[in-house]
């Protein structure tokens, strides 16, 4: 042994204050003693009063390690080296030292939800209103149109247009409603389009979950259905549905899935008056513009195409005409984003290119000093 570290440890001044002064064990020799993983020993030590100490086990070990060792847990000291990664020991009595480990409490029963419970104790709208139970509906509804639960979910979510309405702009009940649209018979689906009619389609449109709704119903809806929907659309405000950027998001899912010939009243409706300019010069409106160009251009071999060339060139006439409005007058306050339409239709290929040189000839070199 180095008694260099051994006259270290007998003075409290430059080695460890927390043991004896005599000397590490009070007997001058740290060889003769054994090392044990119970220190009671210091106990014996007359001089010292501290309690005795225990090794505990690490926080990796399992439990019954203790038993193994002898050891018995301290209820003072037992966390210093964590808890055991198995249990979580609780004390009995804060008199007692004894523990018992948190998984031989006795676990509550869990009563399993059911659809069908949900549905009798009238919580269908708690349930869809939240967050939670919106992902337990859509997940447990049936899609068996002849299923009693299908018709009972249904029959209670649009029973009244207050409460369709209040789901479809709801957060969470959007998603309910989109449910009901996907799976929906010929029947539902007309239910359906009467109560978005009296909520307000481009009302509906113009909010961030119900438009979800809307855009869903464009895509699902038998064609027959999806035309009455379009129709009742004809009738609002299109200048405002097309230049918001919500409602937005429903006319280009119309104008990307629907065939030409359910939506040839807004190609009408953009070479009306001054419409085109108006949509042209939004930020919004201007992406709708260039979308309705591509999708009546595109696949010039289809049988539709003859049809769809006619409504290109009243539209493409339109743009010409109004070219310099376009591009030059009032550029940056009115006109910064009608440009862009300009460039698309220069940009394009195939059919569009006849318009590309009626732009670049009419437009753009007449007016090139100007400009």
Known sequence: MNDSWFHRSNGTSSG????????????????????????????????????SVKLLPLSNRRTSSLANNNL????????FNGTSSEDTFFPLDRGQNAFVASSEFAKPARTEITLQNVVVKEQLINFAMDRHGV??????????????????????LTESMILFGRLCKNSNGNF?????????????????????????????????????????????????????????????????????????????????????????????????????????????????????IDRLSENSKAPCFNARLQLLHTLMSCVVRNCYRFVVRNCYRSNEFANYVVQYAIKSSGIMEMYRDMIIDKCLL??????
């Open 135 to 156: 992902k337990f509906l859509e997940i447990h509804y049936p899609t068996d149109a002849n299923n009693d639960l299908h018709r009972a979910v249904f029959e209670k």
């Open 176 to 292: 309910i409603i989109q449910k009901l649209v996907e799976f929906a018979t010929l029947d539902e689906q007309k239910v359906l389009l009467q109560r978005m009619v009296e909520c307000g389609l481009a009302d509906m449109c113009k909010d961030k979950f119900a438009c979800r709704v809307v855009q869903i119903a464009v895509q699902k809806f038998d064609r027959s259905v999806v035309t009455d929907l379009i129709k009742a659309l004809h009738s609002s405000d299109l200048v405002d549905i097309c230049t918001d950027q919500t409602s937005i998001h429903a006319m280009q899912r119309i104008v990307r899935h629907l065939p030409v010939d359910i939506w040839t009243f807004f190609v009408e409706f953009l070479y009306s008056g001054d419409n085109l300019m108006a949509v042209c010069r939004d930020k919004y409106g201007c992406r709708l513009v260039q979308q309705v």
């Open 366 to 371: 007449r007016n090139l000093l100007s400009m």
């Open 72 to 79: 018995t847990p301290d209820s003072g000291s037992f966390f």
């Open 16 to 51: 460890s204050s927390s043991i004896g002064t005599q000397g590490l064990f009070g007997n001058g020799s740290f060889d003769a003693m054994p090392f044990n993983t119970d220190f009671s020993f210091f106990v014996n030590n007359k001089n010292n009063n501290k309690p």
